[in-house]
């Protein structure tokens, strides 16, 4: 197979590690070059290779056809413009050109590979979606595309992430003693980063004056998000899960469950897992959906090697763990 030469920039992150990780075993992408910034002339072994991490000046940008930014957010934007000038296109982790924070004007599809994928080739940057969003939007897409969301309804999500989702720097708060045999809740007060984007999609899904009740949860395991949605719906489903399964019929990477998900089920996978139930006891019919993914391959790495290969024409699950 013809290997298609890919660059990272931000490799030393989480989520930079694990692409690099993902396109160094990919059988048609070549890994020419990986950026760090504090922690460059490092190095890291990948799929049996060793490469050293450049500052991202020194970075072969042209060297590449697709580039993968896994920089942080505000840091991103200057650098995929950066390796456009250079001439690749670019799968953006960042949030910097996700609907809703997209403050550079560029035109980028929102990479829910499952829910866009007729947008992304001939893209020139695909912003990768946030973790939690990929997750809860993969979650209730069905519902809005069957007009089964009650208009004005509030989504209501309580979701929990390992500690990766907050990057690798070092900060107090996310130190072992302080995580270790505790559970809390952050950002609480529905304002959190993640929020635009998936107002955005639900708008794009067709949500009718649905707002979005978002409480993230700083669980004290490595990775992984579980993350549980109630959804207020215009009737009862008999058979709940059966909406899914017909949304998203034989999506490799989209598990339908009849029980609900667990972290083991998807970590180091790329899957989403999802389950559907219908609440008792309410007056108005509800569902809760129980949605799970590994945020460090669904919800970034894995996902925009997802997005690559359609970009690309490679065949969707190439380099993908299953
Ligand atoms: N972690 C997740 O679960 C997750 C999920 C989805 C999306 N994302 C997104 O992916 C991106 C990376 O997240 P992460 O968790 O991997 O972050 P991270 O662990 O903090 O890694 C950030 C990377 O960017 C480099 N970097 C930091 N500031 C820089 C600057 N000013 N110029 C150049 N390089 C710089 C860092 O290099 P040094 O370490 O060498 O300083 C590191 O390689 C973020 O935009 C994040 O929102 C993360």
């Known amino acids: 197979m013809h290997k298609v030469p890919v660059g990272v920039l931000g490799a030393s992150g989480y989520a930079g590690r694990e692409l690099c990780a993902l396109a160094a075993a990919h059988p048609g992408l070549d ?31 042209g060297s590449a056809e697709v580039v993968f930014s896994a920089l942080p957010h505000g840091a991103s934007a200057a650098w ?89 720097g070092a900060r107090h708060e996310l130190m072992f003693a302080e995580l270790a045999e505790d559970f809390r809740a952050y950002a609480v007060g529905n304002a959190h980063r993640h929020l635009p984007e998936m107002q955005a999609m639900v708008q794009k899904l067709g949500g009718k004056g649905n707002d979005i009740l978002f409480t993230p949860h700083l669980l004290p395991v490595a990775r992984g998000i579980l993350a549980t949605i109630t959804i207020p719906l215009t009737r009862s489903i008999a058979d709940p899960a059966s909406i899914w399964r017909k949304h998203y019929g034989t999506e490799p990477f989209i598990e339908i469950s009849d029980t609900p998900p667990t972290l083991r089920d998807v970590v180091r996978r790329n899957v989403v897992r999802i389950s559907a139930t219908m609440a008792e006891n309410l007056r108005q019919p509800t569902v809760i959906v129980i949605a799970a993914i590994d945020n460090l391959i669904k919800g970034a790495a894995g996902q925009a090697i997802q997005n690559a290969n359609v970009l690309l024409g490679i065949e969707e699950r190439t380099g993908l763990p299953l």
């Open 80 to 168: 995929v413009a950066n390796a456009r000038g250079a001439g690749a296109r670019v799968v953006d982790l960042s949030a910097d050109f996700r609907p809703g924070t997209n403050a550079t004007g560029t035109r980028a599809p929102y990479g829910l590979t499952e829910l866009v994928r007729d947008e992304i080739p001939g893209s020139e940057v695909i912003a990768n979606p946030g973790c939690y969003p990929t997750a809860i939007l993969l979650g209730v897409a069905p519902l809005f595309r069957e007009a089964l969301v009650l208009p004005g309804g509030v989504i209501n999500i309580s979701a929990a992430s390992g500690v990766t989702g907050a990057g690798y």
């Open 31 to 61: 890994l020419v070059f990986a950026s760090a910034n504090e922690q460059r002339g490092h190095r890291a072994r990948f799929a049996g290779e060793e490469v050293t991490f450049f500052a991202p000046e020194d970075a072969p940008l």
